[in-house]
């Protein structure tokens, strides 16, 4: 399908098996990342294109893999699920058909992805309490022939799920710091020897231009106190 169609800027990546993204296309993904049940019309005025224009793109989306599925976001903790906890899984490199057969037979398993490191795999699960994660580790887990080891960290706090990312969003943010952010204000650079003496008298760094600051070793800071008594 071509992406010649509408506004939008040069091509950023060739996906699936023809279709290229381009800014528009980035848009609406941006776009339905807030809200996937908008409708075309909203959709369309929202990145600035025609009704048109919106279906046909949303639509190649769709047909390239592009966007997989549409799903519905809930709420874990009013579900009763208000236990997450990330199992590290050691297994046994001769097992892993049997290991991946045997994860895909527990529903409780939200996530798994194979990993470097001292572990095999993580698998992230979600319970309505520590009872029934000590429960899956230590009878299901555990006798799970392909699992040689498993180490369990439960999760305090989400603080931070998105839907998803997109390639142009540090830059998006970037531009929209820039211009509500007050450039640095830049003090003269302090004669040699000057520094240390306004560290200490006005805070840490306070009067010394970004990328400057400059820290004392323990032996000059021992001698400096010894001749200022």
Not at 53 to 78: P, S
Not at 198 to 214: D, V
Request: with cysteine.
């Amino acid at each position: 399908m071509s992406s010649n169609s509408g506004s939008g800027g040069g091509a950023t990546g060739r996906i699936g098996i023809g279709l290229e993204l381009d800014a528009t296309h980035l848009k609406i993904l941006e776009v339905l990342r807030e809200n996937g049940r908008i409708s075309v019309s909203a959709l369309a005025e929202r990145v600035g294109i025609s009704r048109a224009n919106a279906y046909t793109r949303f639509e190649a989306l769709r047909a390239d893999g592009v966007i997989k599925r549409f799903t519905a976001e809930i709420d874990h903790q009013r579900a009763g699920l208000g236990i997450v906890a990330l199992i590290f899984v050691t297994v046994r490199q001769q097992m892993w058909r049997q290991f991946r057969a045997q994860l895909a037979q527990m529903p409780e398993v939200e996530y798994c992805a194979i990993t470097t490191g001292q572990h095999d795999a993580m698998i992230q699960v979600r319970m309505a309490d520590v009872a029934e994660v000590h429960a899956m580790v230590t009878e299901r887990l555990a006798n799970i022939p392909a699992v040689k080891a498993t180490e369990t960290v439960f999760i305090l706090d989400e603080v931070l799920r998105r839907p998803y990312v997109l390639p142009g969003d540090r830059e998006r943010d970037r531009g929209r710091g820039a211009s509500r952010r007050p450039a640095p204000s830049v003090s003269p650079e302090p004669e040699q020897g000057q520094a240390q003496g306004q560290g200490q008298g006005q805070g840490q760094g306070q009067g010394l231009p970004l990328g400057k600051m400059r820290f004392v070793g323990a032996a000059e800071g021992r001698a400096a106190l010894r001749d200022a008594t």
